[in-house]
Structures are given as structure tokens and as C-alpha cells.
């Protein structure tokens, strides 16, 4: 079983990852935006990050960017309502792993952990 | 302020694949009406601005009857209270529906960008950014009605 980082500023969010994810037996670790992921990145040392891109405070794109530069192997999956082909572009230039676009299905995200943790 | 009907359209379709991805309840949409009001017509309303090529805001308003029903059925339990958690999980909707309608928005040429939503409790509350033309669509669920307000406009115009 995997420790996963869920960043999103929407409780709610967090709220249902830590469902999913707790109720598969993985550890849920969560911050509420960019600059939180980072303290909590360094503090947890999880094996997968899940992270939304619009946030408050520090984006996840700027967040992403700051976790790969500390550590170049940063498992990072971006989620984000907005699906344009831009954002997904950029974020897996900045080195992220996968990309998943809300609304989401739970088999889409338990998919994703399962992919990048195994 | 000059309002584009068409897009208007992509916030209808996006919200009925939302909702029923979300609750799996199917919506009824209802007659688009234009309205120039600077307040709140429902109890819970989720505001977004939006900037870009298409630019203004997009107001998604519910009973908070409705609103906690909707919740209900997201979190997969009672929400009895409309707490934090049922706010965030509104304004969560909100978002989502939005993000979609973007999408739609930039395939038609409009690239825009979203701002995080905003939870306004209350009818009747004044809202100066309201106090303009918006188009107006009732949609009816299961859980009651659904109003959303466009307020876009080309960026130029």
C-alpha cells in the first residue's frame, strides 16, 4: 500500500480522496494548496502525489515545478476541471506523471495510484 | 453590455453531464430568460469570473434544500447541515461544470481562463459584479431547480 499526498483547496476534494484511497488501505496525507504541498512533501515523504492545478496561494503548476526541482523522481498525477490541452500539455512538461480531468470516476483515479505506485 | 446567447450553451451541456455524472440523475432544462439584477435569487449561489477571450461571470444557484440533496448524493451520505464541507463540495460542482464549459468554449476559438468559485449565502444579496445582463436557465433534477446565469461577453466587444 502506497502513502499518498492529495492537494486540492476544495475540502470536499480531500475529503473524497481520502475515502477512495483510505478504503483500498493506502495512507492519505493531504494539503490544501501549493505552498502546503511542499511543507507536507518534505515532512511525509509520500509515494505518490495527487494534486489539482487550480489553487490559491501557489498553483499546482508552480508547486509541481518546485516539487521536481527538490526531487527528480516526484511521482506527481495533476487533476483539474479544466481539461484544456494546454494545461495538460504544460504539466507534463513540467514533469508530471499523468493528468486526470474532473468529474472523475473512482476506478480513474484508483487506476492512476495503481499505476504509478506499483 | 452585449450578451453572446451562444455561450450560454455550453454551461447548459456541461451541467447536465456534471450532475448526472455526479448524482446520476438526469436534468430537464428549461427556458432561457435575460435578466439585469445586481442580487441573489437563490438561497446557495457559486459564482465564478471568467477572463480570456470570453470575459464576465457564471452564477450557478440553488434552494439550499436542493444544494444539500445534491451534496447528499456526491458524498454518498446525509448532509444534513450545510456546512463547509457541503459548501466545498458546491462550489466544487461549480468549478467542474465550469472547467467543461471552457473546454467546449475554447474548441469554438474562445480561450478562457476560470477563476476559483465563490459561495454566496443568501437571497436577495447584493452582489456588484451581479449588476449586469445575464441569461438565465432553470434546470429542474430531481433534487430541485438549477439556476444558471451567464454573463459573458467576447472579450472587444
Known amino acids: 500500500m502506497a502513502k499518498i499526498l492529495v492537494v486540492d483547496d476544495a475540502q470536499f476534494v480531500r475529503v473524497r480522496y481520502r475515502k477512495l484511497l483510505g478504503g483500498e488501505g493506502h495512507e492519505v496525507v493531504e494539503a490544501g494548496d501549493g505552498q502546503e504541498a511542499l511543507q507536507m512533501y518534505e515532512k511525509e515523504d509520500p509515494d505518490l502525489v495527487l494534486m489539482d492545478i487550480t489553487m490559491p496561494v501557489m498553483d499546482g503548476i508552480e508547486a509541481l515545478e518546485k516539487l521536481r526541482e527538490r526531487d527528480s523522481e516526484a511521482r506527481i498525477v495533476m487533476s483539474s476541471a479544466m481539461g484544456q490541452e494546454r494545461m495538460v500539455i504544460k504539466a507534463i512538461q513540467s514533469g508530471a506523471r499523468d493528468f486526470i480531468v474532473k468529474p472523475f470516476e473512482p476506478e480513474t483515479i484508483l487506476e492512476a495510484v495503481d499505476k504509478h505506485t506499483g | ?157
Not at chain 2, 428549461?30 to 439584477?37: A, N, P, Q
Not at chain 2, 450557478?60 to 444539500?68: D, H, K, M, N, V
Not at chain 2, 465563490?118 to 431547480?145: C, Q
Open chain 2, 1 to 157: 453590455m452585449s450578451l453572446n446567447v451562444q455561450f450560454i450553451n455550453p454551461f447548459i451541456s456541461a451541467a447536465g453531464q456534471v450532475i448526472e455524472s455526479e448524482t446520476g440523475a438526469e436534468v430537464e432544462r428549461g427556458g432561457v430568460t435575460l435578466h439585469k439584477s445586481g442580487t441573489t435569487s437563490k438561497e446557495v449561489t457559486v459564482a465564478l469570473g471568467v477572463t480570456g477571450d470570453v470575459k464576465g461571470a457564471v452564477f450557478y444557484g440553488f434552494s439550499e434544500a436542493t444544494a444539500r440533496s445534491i451534496v447528499s448524493e456526491m458524498m454518498g451520505e446525509p448532509v444534513p447541515l450545510f456546512d463547509s464541507l457541503a459548501e466545498s463540495a458546491i462550489a466544487e460542482m461549480g468549478n467542474v461544470i465550469t472547467g467543461l464549459a471552457s473546454v467546449e468554449l475554447e474548441k469554438s476559438g474562445y480561450n478562457c481562463n476560470i477563476a476559483p468559485p465563490t459561495v454566496v449565502h443568501g437571497r436577495g444579496v447584493y452582489i456588484s459584479t451581479l449588476d449586469f445582463h445575464r441569461l438565465i436557465m432553470p434546470m429542474k433534477t430531481p433534487f430541485g431547480e438549477i439556476e444558471i446565469n451567464v454573463a459573458l461577453k467576447a472579450a472587444g466587444e
